[in-house]
């Protein structure tokens, strides 16, 4: 199953991302970690897309195409994947639907993830992530550790990512209404696109994805036997 979970940020793309590709049994790919893991290690590419992640700016097109598509080459996706962050502009989503069609391959579903602004700045002015594992993700208020500072699940520090202070947010929030809300309009276009509203718990809007990509499955196998 090819799946692409889009949304401003701080909708849960993240918790949502993992959850539901353990649930699926697919590779969860985040552009957002690629490039994490990329400063991490200290190479070139991370270096450059540091730069634009800190001031809340897209990593270049060419950078961030290249990136991807490595990935998607890779045996483990055969399975299937579940992109976070990828497509972030209607260019983005065209290259993904070229590698796609070379692939002889196609998209599944697109989650739509959709949640008022106001809970958009709350949630990521609290967010707090592992420095062990990434995907270990709190909230101050929403979901905290029961220890201030340290991961429940693995006794990692937490910290808050460069790029989710404040002065930031409200650049990245910019760009999402210029660039990336685009492009659920594109994939609209193509009959994919489901909106699950990411307010309340976290389990919450699991469930309604799972129902979402039920569904999509049911209305996909309806039209193929028609
Ligand atoms: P995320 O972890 O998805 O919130 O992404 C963090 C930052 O990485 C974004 O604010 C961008 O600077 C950069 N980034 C992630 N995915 C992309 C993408 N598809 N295109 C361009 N920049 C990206």
Redesign the pocket.
């Known amino acids: 199953m090819r799946i692409l979970l889009i949304g401003p940020?701080g909708a849960g793309?993240?918790t949502q991302a993992v959850r539901l590709a353990t649930h699926l049994s697919i590779q969860h790919i985040?552009?957002?970690?690629l490039?994490?893991e990329h400063i991490d290690q200290g190479t070139e590419l991370g270096q450059n897309?540091h730069t634009?992640?800190r001031a809340?700016?897209?990593?270049p097109?060419e950078v961030?195409i290249g990136v991807i598509k490595e990935r998607l080459a890779r045996p483990d996706t055969e399975r299937g994947f579940l992109l976070?962050?990828?497509?972030?502009?209607v260019a983005?989503a065209q290259a993904l639907d070229g590698i796609l069609a070379d692939a002889e391959s196609r998209l599944d579903a697109v989650l739509d993830l959709e949640i008022p602004e106001a809970e958009v700045v709350r949630r990521i002015a609290g967010r707090r992530l592992c420095r062990q594992d990434r995907g270990h993700i709190f909230h101050v208020d929403y979901s905290p550790p029961e220890v201030t500072g340290v991961c429940d699940v693995c006794g990692g520090e937490l910290y808050q990512r460069d790029?989710d202070r404040e002065t930031t947010v409200s650049k990245?929030l910019e760009v999402y209404r210029s660039e990336t809300a685009p492009v659920a309009d594109h994939y609209r276009a193509q009959g994919l696109v489901t909106t699950v509203s990411a307010l309340g718990q976290a389990q919450e809007v699991l469930e309604r994805a799972l129902i979402a990509i039920s569904q999509d499955q049911v209305d996909a196998s309806g039209a193929s036997s028609r």
């Open positions: 940020p793309k993240g985040s552009t957002g970690e490039f994490r897309a634009h992640m809340g700016l897209l990593v097109d961030t976070d962050g990828f497509p972030r502009n983005q790029d990245r």
